[in-house]
């Protein structure tokens, strides 16, 4: 790859919401993930684990259940029902309109023990980080691929719902939820970035 093609890369990934309804391919499915598998991870423990939530059904029954708990963790924050309403159903059609969906899951399994809470929870915070590396490879894939991804941080805020929804075990703590599809026509271009130097810190 020479070095327009990497920054286009780089610079080209945008998060899209709407998909043609188009499927993706499974050899597709497979070259996404095999990009992420290759990501780095603490110890090389690698102990990411992706749901693959193929059938419309389950993506539908997972953005039903996210929604309701979002729509009635903004009721209770005292906010305006028609607007909340409003914003439910529009994260419902974002998850059950893609055509593929990814949960990445961090195994808590795939961690080192320490005795002091100290460390355990260091521990955990480079499991977290090491799922969201294989995120990033996966969503760069995607745009390498053609295709289009959004990155959604829904089921951190309802793990349990999450994990019952899909009959997941307690060990596999969802990280994102990652929708797939083939762009549509008026796809939206990559937002710009502000100055990388006020991001920038020297010492």
Avoid at 79 to 84: E, M, S
Avoid at 125 to 139: P, R
Avoid at 143 to 167: K, M, R, S
């Amino acid at each position: 790859m020479n070095d327009d093609a990497f920054w286009g890369l780089v610079a080209g990934r945008r998060s899209v919401r709407r998909y043609a309804p188009d499927p993706v391919s499974a050899e597709t499915v497979e070259k996404l993930l095999a990009a992420a598998h290759w990501a780095p991870s603490a110890h090389n423990r690698q102990p990411w684990r992706f749901v693959l939530l193929n059938e419309a059904a389950t993506r539908r029954r997972l953005a039903e259940a996210m929604a309701a708990r979002w729509q009635a963790d903004l009721l209770a924050d005292g906010g305006d029902p028609a607007a909340i309403a409003r914003r439910a159903a529009l994260s419902r059609q974002r998850i059950a309109g893609a055509p593929l969906a990814i949960l990445p899951c961090l195994d808590l399994d795939a961690l080192d023990s320490y005795p002091d809470a100290r460390r355990q929870l260091r521990e955990w915070q480079m499991g977290v980080q090491s799922v969201a590396l294989a995120c990033q490879n996966l969503l760069l894939a995607v745009q390498h691929c053609g295709l289009a991804a959004c990155w959604l941080c829904a089921p951190i805020f309802c793990p349990e719902l999450v994990q019952t929804i899909l009959e997941l075990p307690a060990t596999l703590e969802p990280q994102a939820l990652l929708t797939i599809g083939h762009p549509p026509a008026d796809a939206p271009r990559s937002k710009d970035r502000t100055p990388l130097s006020t991001r920038l810190l020297m010492r």
